[in-house]
T-cell receptor, first 111, second 114 residues
Framework: DVKVTQSSRYLVKRTGEKVFLECVQD?????MFWYRQDPGLGLRLIYF???????EKGDIPEGYSVSREKKERFSLILESASTNQTSMYLC??????????FGPGTRLTVL | GEDVEQSLFLSVREGDSSVINCTYT??????LYWYKQEPGAGLQLLTY?????DMKQDQRLTVLLNKKDKHLSLRIADTQTGDSAIYFC??????????????FGTGTQLKVEL
């Protein structure tokens, strides 16, 4: 069973804190993605990565950065969390044309 | 960027058919997808259709694709309470540097009433 796991299901942070969201997949997938999900806006792509140490900006990269030091791990970093980054964050991975595997999500609240 | 639109809510009675509609903008999309998200869970790939197909059927699910109008629909026959979820359509956007990424719609909340 392919698994995409995310380090936390729920996270509460304060404005200005540095936040790390971790995503790990166990199927040797080259491509990994970070989305945020907000009601009425669907999923929006923040960053994605085709391979180790490679990263590409998605549609809403502002305020975020990413790290892909190992193939199985893709980290999303909020350098200085703000209240408008309160959201559900979803990680996904794929190797072929189909984006099939999503993590369970991390619900982040920034106070 | 590309745009994918869906209505936000749909309510049906148990046993009826549900039809969830989606419009997209990228005519070069190779695959179009339907995902299901149950409360508190991540996204589950429900079905997909290749862009050279008009229809795909998979048990209770029927996907119809009208490429001319850039319209995609998902029909769920004999809708059950377990089908209550948010349904997302998504299109593939081909990137100028190669590779592709998905653009998702806003999601349709399907509520199944007894």
């Amino acid at each position: 069973d392919v698994k995409v796991t995310q380090s936390s299901r729920y996270l509460v942070k304060r404005t200005g804190e540095k936040v790390f969201l971790e995503c790990v997949q166990d199927m040797d997938h080259e491509n990994m993605f970070w989305y945020r999900q907000d009601p009425g806006l669907g999923l929006r792509l923040i960053y994605f990565s085709y391979d180790v140490k490679m990263k590409e900006k998605g549609d809403i990269p502002e305020g975020y950065s990413v790290s892909r030091e190992k193939k199985e791990r893709f980290s999303l970093i909020l350098e200085s969390a703000s209240t408008n980054q309160t959201s559900m964050y979803l990680c996904a991975s794929k190797s072929g044309p189909l984006l099939e595997f999503f993590g369970p999500g991390t619900r982040l609240t920034v106070l | 960027g590309e745009d994918v639109e869906q209505s936000l809510f749909l309510s049906v009675r148990e046993g009826d058919s549900s039809v969830i509609n989606c419009t997209y903008t990228d005519s070069s999309s190779t695959y179009l997808y339907w995902y299901k998200q149950e409360p508190g869970a991540g996204l589950q790939l429900l079905t997909y259709i290749f862009s050279n197909m008009d229809m795909k059927q998979d048990q209770r699910l029927t996907v119809l694709l009208n490429k001319k109008d850039k319209h995609l629909s998902l029909r769920i026959a004999d809708t059950q309470t377990g089908d209550s979820a948010i349904y997302f359509c998504a299109e593939t956007e081909i990137l100028t540097g190669g590779g592709n990424k998905l653009t998702f719609g806003t999601g349709t909340q399907l509520k199944v009433e007894l």
